[in-house]
């Protein structure tokens, strides 16, 4: 169980005392959602995330009691974002997600539905992607309609491969986008329509430096940040801010949750 639990707005704020407690928090949340599909007998399907926090998540998940629970079986998954790099590159988010954890469960291979970087170039990667997401994946509203979407917080707001001020986020028609960002090279990342169409969207971002952009994310900033904003209200800006990428998750009909350890909520103001 949480140490806390509120909304924001319809936001789901769920809070662990800690790493260990938090990542069990999101792998109770996702052996519950397979098992709820398992018993409605519907195939899941899931997107899987990059970074470090995910692979604790990945590695809880692959051991008791959650090996044992959730019916690997009946998952298909999927990548939000990835690398341009082989499947096998240690950098690879595909690798991390299948060693830590699909190689050790019972996942058919078949099931497995990794974004091809490695084998063309970023942006026929996104456009075969896109297609085995239109092949496999049921449509609502006329998008792919994920049943799980697992997502990431960068310190800059980005999440999946989708970074600030990059055209990407614009993007209304495609499902599956690839961009060459400045220092990092070429990522190949879910749009967010096909991810704001999903029924469930989870972040999961723990530790005390992710605190200040989670309060950014969720409620406009900090406390200190909104003292230096009254100190600038007499040269306001010619235009707003543009919102970060994160802050453009909004599920079009689905459930948002993030999931945090106490460091990363720290800053947040609990609703009274």
């Known amino acids: 169980m949480p140490t806390e639990r509120f909304h924001l707005g319809a936001t789901e704020i769920l809070v662990g005392e ?25 195939l899941m399907t899931a997107a899987l995330a990059g970074g470090n926090t995910p692979r604790a998540l990945y590695s809880a998940l692959a051991v008791a009691p959650f090996a044992a629970l959730v019916p690997w079986g009946g998952i298909h998954f999927f990548w939000g974002d990835e690398r341009d790099v082989p499947p096998t590159h240690e950098d690879s988010n595909f690798h991390a997600a299948n ?4 190689s050790r469960v019972a996942v058919p291979s078949a099931h497995l539905h990794r974004i091809p970087t490695g084998d063309t170039t970023a942006v026929e ?10 092949s496999v994946v049921p449509a609502v509203h006329g998008l792919p309609r994920l049943d799980y979407c697992l997502l990431g917080l960068g310190a800059d707001g980005h999440t999946a491969s989708l970074f600030p001020g990059r055209p990407t986020l614009a993007e209304t028609t495609r499902t599956v986008v690839a961009d060459h960002v400045e ?32 309060a950014r994310i969720l409620q406009g900033g900090t406390m200190e940040s909104a003292s230096h904003d009254l100190q600038r209200i007499s040269q306001p800006p010619a235009q707003p801010p543009a919102m970060l990428p994160a802050q453009l ?6 459930q948002l ?8 909520a720290g800053l947040l103001q609990r609703p009274q």
């Open 249 to 254: 998750v909004a599920p079009r009909d689905g």
């Open 125 to 134: 990667a996104a456009d075969l992607y896109q297609r085995t997401l239109g």
């Open 18 to 42: 800690d790493l260990d407690e938090t990542i069990r928090i999101a792998a109770g949340q996702f052996a519950a959602l397979a098992r709820k599909r398992a018993a409605a007998t519907e």
């Open 257 to 264: 949750t993030w999931i945090l350890d106490a460091d990363a």
């Open 183 to 214: 220092d990092l090279g070429w990522r190949v990342s879910l749009a967010l329509p096909v991810i704001n169409n999903a029924a469930q969207i989870t972040f999961l971002v723990t530790g005390q430096a992710k605190a200040e952009i989670v």
């Open 99 to 102: 060693d830590l954890l699909l």
